[in-house]
């Protein structure tokens, strides 16, 4: 079983960035493509960003590439999303996903709230 608790969302200004992180608890998080995913009021959750068990193989979506870059450390049980450049329409609840294939995870974490303002 793992459990996943995310932080560092909060309120930035256009252009600003933030740095999500995802806590892992469990022993075998090293072994999981982990990943981030979002959803915004009124729509569907989304997936944002993946990364393999090692870290040398990672994912993004269209909307996110150059900007928001996803990492690993495995030391730790951590999963980072910085996230650079924020456009309002990053504004959404931000979920960390453990296990995953596909846009399917075994785990999901709580979710933290980014909202970019104009």
């Known amino acids: 079983q793992v459990q996943l608790v995310e932080s560092g969302g909060g309120l930035v200004q256009a252009g600003g960035s933030l740095r999500l992180s995802c806590a892992a608890s469990?022993?075998?998080?090293?072994?999981?493509?982990m990943g981030w995913f979002r959803q915004a009021p009124g729509k569907e959750r989304e997936f944002v960003a993946a990364i393999g068990w090692s870290g040398t193989s990672t994912y993004y979506a269209d909307s996110v590439k150059g900007r928001f870059t996803i990492s690993r450390d495995n030391a730790k049980n951590t999963v980072y999303l910085q996230m650079n450049s924020l456009k309002p329409e990053d504004t959404a609840l931000y979920y960390c996903?453990?296990?995953?294939?596909?846009?399917?995870?075994?785990?999901w974490g709580q979710g933290t709230q980014v909202t970019v303002s104009s």
């Open positions: 469990g022993r075998t998080f090293s072994s999981y493509t």
């Open positions: 996903a453990g296990d995953l294939s596909g846009s399917a995870a075994s785990y």
